[in-house]
């Protein structure tokens, strides 16, 4: 029986804002530093590597996953025991990884192959990832988890526009994530109690989303690549939270799925270049802080297998408030930001999201329903 629609997801107050209020920015900062300098203690109480139960059930993808966190938590995942889907642009560089692992994972003992295949996604294309979604869901075979992982800051870099016209943040971290999610439900249903994981990041606690402007083309913000970033990843949490609600209200308890968002903390890449002074300096004097690819998959094994997950995310679903999930480097529940608990906002970023990928605006219903769903990307959808 589906529950009767929340009218908390369509609730709105009437106040229009063109940035965050100077308390909750500095809020914000405060739990980015908080993030970058005390990570270690906050997570000294986890292995490295993250233990993993036997995963001989579980049907993974993980997108972008031949470098960083993508690849280790492939990695792992296969070695646990779960077939895992590589969703990468370069399928040559995820040929050559599968089988670097599959020749250690036997020299160490195992006498079966791990369960890893590759399939080509290209998140600057969202016809790619239609292509993608057709395939993997032509298999009639139930999804269990899908990561998205893949994300990009291109630090100090210009302005850039994807082939379909959107800022490449957007993009990557948000506009292609989305659409992913939405069209491989039917597999994700298939497989009962699955998870939709995003990898997110504290730079969304001083981001801002303009419903209007997701774009930055009308002038009204200057752009540069930590607002694209932040703003991407502040709107990939609001869109999840209308998502896990509207999930709930449509979809009975058996088959629910959970959806969230995480923190892989400060991992080893170059992305500080282009956060302010203050922070490189400290990021540059400090550099034990920040973990290795091992050590930054860790909430995303976690969120995908611990079994108190799904528990967590249905406390929530019932909860007042209308937000997703969100894991934190240490791998425990914890809030997202101020702004990403704006339901109107929130409430606009999903309709805006829904136009911009192409779909129409009851396309979650239709997709729960196994009708057609026409796209602007590629052919109709079923």
Not at 6 to 33: C, F, H, P
Not at 70 to 94: D, F, Y
Not at 102 to 107: F, I, M, P, R
Not at 305 to 310: A, L, N, P
């Amino acid at each position: 029986m589906k529950r009767m629609m929340s009218n908390e997801i369509v609730s709105s107050n009437k106040t229009k804002k063109d940035g965050l209020r100077w308390m909750v920015w500095l809020r914000g900062w405060v739990n980015v530093l908080q993030e970058i300098l005390l990570q270690r203690i906050m997570a000294s109480h986890l292995h490295n590597p993250f233990p993993l139960p036997p995963l001989n059930n579980l049907t993974c993808i993980v997108t972008g996953s031949t470098s960083g966190i993508g690849s280790e938590t492939a990695r792992q995942l296969a070695e646990a025991g779960a077939h895992v889907v590589m969703a990468v642009r370069n399928i040559k560089a995820a040929h050559e990884l599968i089988q670097q692992w599959q020749t250690k994972y036997y020299s160490s003992g195992k006498r079966h192959p791990l369960n890893i295949q590759a399939m080509e996604l290209d998140l600057l294309s969202l016809n790619s990832v239609m292509r993608f979604s057709n395939a993997w869901n032509a298999r009639l075979s139930p999804l269990h988890v899908l990561i998205n992982n893949a994300g990009m800051f291109s630090m100090g870099g210009a302005q850039k526009f994807s082939e379909d016209g959107y800022e490449q943040h957007l993009q990557v971290n948000h506009l292609a994530p989305a659409l992913l999610s939405l069209l491989l439900l039917p597999s994700l249903i298939r497989a009962s109690q699955s998870r939709i994981i995003s990898v997110n990041s504290v730079i969304h606690y001083v981001g801002f989303v303009d419903p209007n402007d997701l774009n930055f083309v009308s002038g009204k913000r200057k752009f540069s690549s930590l607002e694209g970033y932040s703003s991407s990843k502040l709107a990939q949490v609001m869109f999840n939270n209308v998502l896990s609600k509207r999930l709930y209200y449509l979809l009975p308890l058996e088959t629910g799925i959970s959806v969230l968002c995480l923190s892989p903390g400060v991992v080893q890449t170059n992305i500080t270049r282009d956060l302010p002074r203050f922070i490189q300096d400290i990021y540059s004097a400090l550099p034990y802080i920040s973990y290795s690819p091992q050590e930054g998959c860790r909430s995303s094994v976690f969120s995908a297998t611990d079994s108190q997950i799904q528990i967590y995310c249905e406390k929530l679903k019932t909860d007042k408030k209308s937000v997703c999930a969100f894991i934190s480097q240490s791998c425990q529940p914890t809030n997202s930001s101020e702004e990403a608990h704006n339901v109107e906002t929130s409430s606009k970023v999903w309709e805006k999201t829904i136009e911009l990928i192409g779909l129409p605006l009851n396309s979650l219903e239709m997709l729960i329903e196994g009708e057609e769903v026409p796209c602007r990307y590629g052919n109709s959808y079923q």
